[in-house]
């Protein structure tokens, strides 16, 4: 059937071309973003997904990633958001805050809004391994989290 999917237990269906995606997307690190972005949406609309109810936001950073999040899942005809970015490690904590700070963002816009939100950051400590997750030898990891937020919704 066009536009379901099947999950991956097998047992259960969803149609997802009434139901409307926000992918919140973080500029810094955009080389890495953009791909992140390229992989979520591109499952998305390979999983039944129409264009029009796919709604792109930036953000400057990942630390902007929650506020932009909740807004969108506030949003009555918002069924689940996505959130994409990268962190990449540098020689000072600032790594360490910001990721927390992400994660925990992200899961808190989870559990107010009981919506779909996928962590779809990227944590390395470098470029080599950003770009790896980003369409290189580990795969898409915006593919993951288009494919997490239809598993929850289903």
């Known amino acids: 059937m066009a ?13 997802l071309t009434s139901k409307k995606f926000a992918i919140v997307m973080a500029e810094w690190n955009e080389e890495i973003t953009e791909a992140l972005y390229e992989g979520a949406y591109d499952t998305l609309i390979k999983l039944g997904a129409k264009k029009s109810n ?24 918002i069924a689940a958001v996505i959130c994409l970015g990268c962190v990449i490690q540098g020689e000072t904590p600032h790594f360490d805050y910001i990721c927390n700070a992400v994660a925990n963002g992200i899961m808190r816009v989870n559990l107010d809004t009981g919506k779909p939100v996928a962590f779809g950051v990227l944590t390395t400590l470098d470029k080599k391994q950003a770009l790896e997750r980003a369409g290189g030898k580990y795969g898409n990891k915006g593919e993951e989290a288009a494919v997490t937020v239809v598993e929850m919704l289903a």
């Open 54 to 77: 796919i709604i792109r936001v930036s953000v400057p950073g990942s630390y902007e990633l929650p506020l932009a999040a909740q807004r969108m899942a506030k949003k009555k005809e």
């Open 3 to 15: 536009g379901s999917l099947k999950t991956t237990s097998g047992k259960r269906k969803l149609n």
